[in-house]
């Protein structure tokens, strides 16, 4: 504090009060202040710290360090496979990369105002580099990665965290307004248990670039299934990103469900 007396403020002190001494808040509405004046200030004074603040003080979310855990499952022939989970705490990178992400998602305007009081957990995958996932659960998202989380995997899990919170209204509504191409005989996207997302006619890519990640890039579908609950956080991921070419499925999404 000796050398940046306003970093309690992120360095914004006309902008941002600390009344509670943990963490800085915007002067007036929850959303009265824009993203670009949290996350330019963070990118300015890039501490993990100041991450974890603007995240917060934006969508109401908490970046929680992961604990160890041990998982059984049965495996239905009479013996079980329990598999340790090793919690991380969050870094920079990773941070940085969460709230670039949750900028990114609020730009669309679905769910964002809905996920506040959530939380973040960041885990090591089991399986080392070169891995990855992320399991939803109520409010919570958990990811796996023993490097960073991919940008992909952090949309498609934020999909499911907005379902979640919306009681499935986004998945049930995916699922009950099926869309069938006459001409082919074939579902294009959404229906219970009817068929996986018609990828090729549905997306632009099936393979996104990402710098963040190992490899450079990912696949667009992060859990190809017939389950319109994965089709959903699979349909919400490739909107954040721009890479949906159908044009009925663009129309129902901007003019479906916005609890």
Not at 48 to 62: H, M, V
Not at 165 to 188: D, E, F, V, W
Request: with cysteine; charged share 15%; glycine share 10%.
């Amino acid at each position: 504090m000796a050398w940046d007396r306003f970093a309690y403020t992120l360095n914004n002190p006309l902008k941002f009060s600390d009344p509670s001494g943990h963490g800085p808040v915007c002067e007036g509405s929850y959303y009265g202040c824009t993203r670009k004046q949290y996350f330019n200030v963070s990118l300015i004074n890039g501490s993990l710290q100041n991450w974890k603040w603007a995240i917060k003080a934006q969508f109401g979310i908490s970046l929680r360090d992961g604990t160890d855990y041990d998982k059984t499952i049965d495996n239905n022939d009479g013996t079980k496979t329990t598999t340790h989970y090793k919690g991380r705490q969050w870094d920079l990178v990773n941070a940085r990369i969460a709230g670039t992400a949750l900028a990114t998602t609020a730009s669309i305007q679905i769910g964002v105002r809905s996920t506040k009081g959530s939380t973040l957990s960041l885990y090591y995958h089991p399986s080392g580099a070169g891995h990855y996932s992320g399991w939803t659960s109520g409010a919570n998202i958990d990811f796996y990665t023993s490097t960073v989380i991919p940008n992909q995997n952090f949309y498609h899990e934020y999909g499911h965290l907005i379902d979640n919170m919306s009681s499935n209204l986004y998945s049930q509504s995916l699922g009950a307004n099926a869309h069938y191409a006459s001409n082919t005989k074939t579902y294009l996207w959404g229906g219970n248990g009817i068929d996986n997302i018609n990828i090729e006619k549905v997306l632009y890519s099936t393979t996104l670039r990402d710098p963040n990640w190992d490899s450079g890039a990912v696949y667009a579908v992060q859990h190809p299934s017939d389950d319109p609950i994965e089709q959903w956080a699979d349909v919400y991921a490739n909107l954040v990103v721009d890479n949906i070419k159908d044009k009925d499925l663009l129309e129902y999404l901007h003019g479906g469900p916005h609890p």
